[in-house]
């Protein structure tokens, strides 16, 4: 595992390579990193009665917490027999959100501490909702879904809460703008013969929704939508296929194919391609070779 400076352009590896790692994600403090080191893989049967189907190979990992200040690990959670680990999000006070399923479905979300204390979230309404929970970049709004499966967005100063949108639908993923004015939310809907992508844009200035995308539904990942960090791209990726790119003032699009978007500036990010990361500029409309035989990575702006 490697950490790049692209503004020094300097790349240091990390002493961890004796670990296998299939899933990793920063700290917002940019102090402790969180992984997923692999113990061993398994066959994975998702169709359990089906006698043709071909298993997929699927990691049994532990959940490592490691402290890139001090250079060591400080906090490693082990799968029980058959149980599968996979991490979720960090919190703002550097608490790591986790998962334990088995074959079949979730057991449990669960919160791991940088002292290596494990904290159960209780009943699924109230992990779903801690675990859906967005905040802006100054920490000063705080966006959730409610049991009702409507959008709030509370100010953490004055501590108003605001119900911005009662979808009757899906609602997927949702963001907000650096500079506050906007919302953006990403949903479902099913028609009668099919089922579509919608994507809504709210200005917390006046309250005006607008609609910029709404194209026919194709797989997508778990968090899939967010802004430039100067507010003017929105992105969507949808499976492991596709980046959309919206203009949210022209309603422009351009779509590439790829996963993992880690914004650098405004007008680029990186990509994972084929097994490599890639560094696209959007002015350009091109991209440029930028690690080879990376899985993925991960920004913090």
């Not at 890139?68 to 996979?86: C, N, R, S």
């Not at 290596?116 to 699924?124: F, P, Q, R, T």
């Not at 009757?168 to 028609?191: A, Q, T």
Request: charged share 30%; hydrophobic share 35%; glycine share 2%.
């Amino acid at each position: 595992m490697y950490c790049c400076d692209i503004s020094k352009k300097s790349t240091d590896q990390l002493p961890i390579n004796s670990d296998t790692v299939e899933n990793f994600s920063l700290s917002p403090t940019k102090r402790y990193l969180a992984y997923e080191k692999v113990i061993k893989y398994v066959d994975l049967y998702y169709e359990i009665d089906s006698e043709d189907e071909i298993p997929t190979k699927t990691a049994i990992s532990s959940i490592v917490i490691y402290d890139l200040i001090e250079h060591k690990k400080i906090a490693e959670v082990l799968p029980k027999e058959d149980e599968y680990l996979g991490i979720i999000k960090w919190t703002d006070n550097n608490k790591l959100h986790y998962v334990s399923r088995d074959q079949l479905s979730v057991n449990g979300w669960l919160i791991l501490n940088t002292t290596g204390v494990i904290e159960d979230l209780g009943g699924y309404e109230e992990s779903t909702a801690e675990r859906s929970v967005v905040y802006s970049r100054d920490k000063s709004i705080k966006l959730y879904i409610d049991k009702f499966a409507d959008l709030h967005m509370i100010n953490l100063r004055s501590m108003k809460d605001t119900k911005l949108y009662s979808s009757p639908n899906n609602l997927l993923d949702y963001n907000i703008s650096s500079n506050k004015k906007s919302v953006v939310w990403f949903e479902v809907v099913d028609s009668k013969s099919d089922a579509f992508d919608k994507i809504s844009l709210l200005s917390l200035v006046d309250m005006k929704q607008t609609e910029i995308y709404n194209e026919k539904a194709l797989p997508k990942n778990e968090k899939c939508i967010s802004f430039s960090p100067d507010d003017s791209i929105v992105t969507v990726e949808l499976g492991e296929d596709v980046i959309i790119l919206l203009n949210i003032f022209t309603k422009e699009k351009q779509r590439i194919n790829g996963h993992g978007v880690c914004w650098i500036d405004s007008n680029s990010f990186i990509y994972n391609k084929n097994s490599d990361l890639y560094l696209y500029n959007i002015k350009n409309n091109s991209d440029t070779l930028f690690v080879k035989d990376a899985k993925r990575a991960e920004c913090i702006n």
